[in-house]
Every structure is written in C-alpha cells, then in structure tokens.
C-alpha cells in the first residue's frame, strides 16, 4: 500500500468551477501537508501547506485536513485553464522535511 | 532573487559515463535535496543535506554520491551511469519542516 495515495485523474472541470483534489495517507502521526503544483515539464511549486484539521484558504485555493480520517483536501474555486497541472500531495510523517512522501499526482484538465 | 538553480537541464550519457549534477540556493537554507521523478513513481528521494557538512541516503541512494560543499550548494554524482538513472533530477531546498522550493530540473538520459 502507497503511503500517499492521489487519483491520478484526470479530472476535468469546466473553467469556473470548483475543482476538489483528494488526497489520502497511511502514516496516522502525519504533521504537516503539502499541496505543490508541477506543469508539465516544469519543477513542482509549493502553493499550500497546512499543519492542523480544519481549512486554510489562500485566494481561489482552500486546503483541508482531517486527521482522523487520513485525509486531506485541495479546492480550487473559480477553476481557470491555467490551472491545468498535475497537484501533488505531500504528507511529513514527522516533522523532518527528509522524510517528505509524496503522492503521484493528480492531473486536473480545465475546459473552456 | 534566483532561488534554486539546478544545471545542466538536459543530459545525454552512454552506459559507464560519469557526470556531475550541480545545484545552488540563494536562500539561505539549511537543507537541500535530490530527488528524481519518473513516470508512475513520483518524487523520490535521492539524498539530502540536513545542514552544511552531513549529508545522508535518502529512498534510492544506489549508484549516486553528493557533496554537500558549503551552504548554498549540493551536488550529485553518478559515477557510472546505468539506463535505469534516465530520469528527471531535481534539487530542492527549505528551512524547517516547511514546503521544499524545487530547482528547475534536469532530464538525463542513459542509452
């Protein structure tokens, strides 16, 4: 079983609407989690992190944590076609930034 | 203001070539890393430099070697380049435990 699991899509959204990322770990000690976006070709960008359950929002993204139920979230509203990327999941079991685990990605296609 | 700057960003090498990947930060960053991404495996850890002077193995450290030769830069080495290393490499940096700042990457081949 992978320890950061993603779909790996894709998932495809007409622009304007709300595209919801999922994202589950195994490692129930989990810290802190990370959401990165990579186009393709480039190099991974972090856009969010979040540390303790509830939401965080910056802008058009809101990430979400449930900790009792492995579970983190990536929302983005008002969903634009540059947002067309694969999202990253990463979960730190401990808090050390070496033992980052990342999952393998979700391709998120928005349509105009 | 740079960030993470990885060279070269494309590589070709035969079978037994060695080559030096080079990267360097401007952030002032204690830690940096390598990771390599290949197609259905994710991001995987090569290496990594917790601060200036350590250096320790990562999930697939087999057939590389770092130097970690001051603060701002970190360097990776294959020393004989096997078909299994065609991949793309990235360096990384951060500070904590928070989100790592990724360089630009290099896509190597291995024929």
């Known amino acids: 079983q992978k320890e950061v699991e993603q779909n790996s899509g894709p998932l495809s959204v007409p622009e304007g609407a709300i595209a919801s990322l999922n994202c589950t770990y195994s490692?129930?000690?989990?810290?802190?989690f990370f959401w990165y976006r990579q186009y393709s070709g480039k190099s991974p960008e972090l856009i969010m992190s979040?540390?303790?359950?509830g939401d965080k929002e910056d802008g058009r993204f809101t990430a979400q944590l449930n900790k009792a139920s492995q579970y983190v979230s990536l929302l983005i509203r008002d969903s634009q076609p540059s947002d067309s990327a694969t999202y990253l999941c990463?979960?730190?079991?401990?808090?050390?930034?070496?033992?980052?685990?990342f999952g393998t990605g979700t391709r998120l296609q928005v349509m105009l | 203001n740079a960030g993470v700057t990885q060279t070269p960003k494309f590589q070709v090498l035969k079978t037994g070539q060695s080559m030096t990947l080079q990267c360097a930060q401007d952030?002032?960053?204690?830690?940096m890393y390598w990771y390599r991404q290949d197609p259905g495996m994710g991001l995987r850890l090569i290496y990594y430099?917790?601060?200036?002077?350590?250096?320790d193995k990562g999930e697939v450290p087999n057939g590389y070697n770092v130097s970690r030769l001051n603060k701002r830069e970190f360097s990776l080495r294959l020393e004989s380049a096997a078909p299994s290393q065609t991949s793309v490499y990235f360096c990384?940096?951060?500070?904590?435990?928070?989100?790592?700042?990724f360089g630009s990457g290099t896509q190597l081949s291995v024929l």
């Open positions: 990384a940096s951060s500070e904590g435990q928070g989100g790592l700042f």
């Open positions: 490692d129930r000690g989990s810290q802190s």
């Open positions: 979040i540390y303790s359950n």
């Open positions: 990463a979960v730190n079991p401990d808090g050390t930034a070496s033992k980052l685990t």
């Open positions: 952030m002032n960053h204690n830690s």
């Open positions: 430099s917790a601060s200036e002077g350590t250096t």
